[in-house]
């Protein structure tokens, strides 16, 4: 018990800290930006490709129910496409705006990144001036460890909630009959994938922030390794199901994101738990190097 209290008040130390920087500030903004650049790009595309479609068929004198029949089957082949083709995907995200869903796969794709920004100093910011003994003489260190592990996935969490319910708010303007059942649904189950799938670079974050004395070199470290789990992620898909580096792809988090939508509880519960031991094996990684720190 002791060791909880002291990391519940390490948590709460470092959020409050994180809250009132301008750090947070920063951090927000950029992801905003970058959220909303991709948004109004991938908007600006569907609205042409809707308008030149319907010039299309009006040219080729289709009637109104043609042309709201083909656009639908539009829609379904790019949804099959981002769902893999997965039917209980496609019948559970139907409701949702094609342009949600190609932000998600945008932003998801790049926040493993957002995330080595936000806490690529967690730890090694504290150990390279060496005002990490003075923590971890009134605490243990795991509880330093998990106190700002916490802290930096307690505040990716509500950067995420900010951005995903401005995008499903964009959403719901741009498209009058995406309904607000609808969308809050859809906003609960985007924000939980994101979550998931974020924890486990967090950790990451903190096995990288724990290896290294210095900020700017667990950072280039940190993006090393994002690179080298894409690798192996593209090069297992790369393979086939019969090639022989396809089990390469099972060892990067990335292979995992794609049942985070699914409407099938074993299949986000295998996803959910394979992003657990990631971000549980990259802990246990950060605790061995910080203990066996000299600070």
């Avoid at 945008?106 to 003075?134: H, K, N």
Wanted: aromatic share 12%; charged share 15%.
């Amino acid at each position: 018990m002791d060791g909880l209290k002291e990391t519940l008040v390490i948590w709460g130390a470092e959020f409050r800290r994180a809250v009132r920087s301008g750090r947070a500030v920063v951090l927000l903004g950029l992801y905003s930006m970058f959220s909303a650049l991709v948004l109004l790009v991938i908007g600006k595309l569907t609205s042409d490709l809707r308008a030149t479609m319907n010039e299309r068929l009006a040219g080729a004198g289709a009637d109104a129910e043609s042309a709201a029949r083909m656009m639908e089957e539009t829609r379904k082949g790019v949804l099959g496409f981002l769902t893999s083709n997965d039917t209980s995907m496609m019948e559970a995200l139907a409701q949702v705006p094609i342009e949600v869903l190609l932000v998600f796969k945008v932003t998801l794709f790049f926040l493993p990144a957002y995330v080595a920004l936000m806490g690529f100093d967690q730890i090694s910011g504290e150990v390279a001036p060496r005002s990490m003994r003075y923590l971890t003489v009134r605490a243990r260190r795991s509880s330093v460890l998990m106190g700002k592990f916490l802290t930096q996935a307690a505040l990716l969490v509500g950067l995420v909630l900010v951005i995903d319910l401005a995008i499903f708010v964009y959403a719901r303007i741009a498209n009058p009959d995406f309904g607000f059942a609808a969308l809050s649904l859809n906003l609960l189950k985007f924000w939980l994938a994101a979550i998931v799938f974020s924890l486990a670079y967090v950790a990451l974050t903190t096995l990288c922030s724990s290896v290294f004395r210095t900020p700017g070199v667990s950072l280039v470290f940190n993006f090393i390794l994002l690179f080298v789990f894409w690798l192996m992620d593209t090069v297992g898909r790369a393979s086939g199901e019969t090639g022989a580096l396809r089990f390469l792809r099972y060892l990067s988090p990335s292979n995992y994101a794609g049942d985070l939508l699914h409407p099938k509880i074993t299949e986000f519960g295998v996803s959910g738990a394979a992003y657990a031991a990631f971000a549980t094996l990259f802990l246990l990684g950060a605790y061995g190097a910080l203990r066996a720190r000299d600070l």
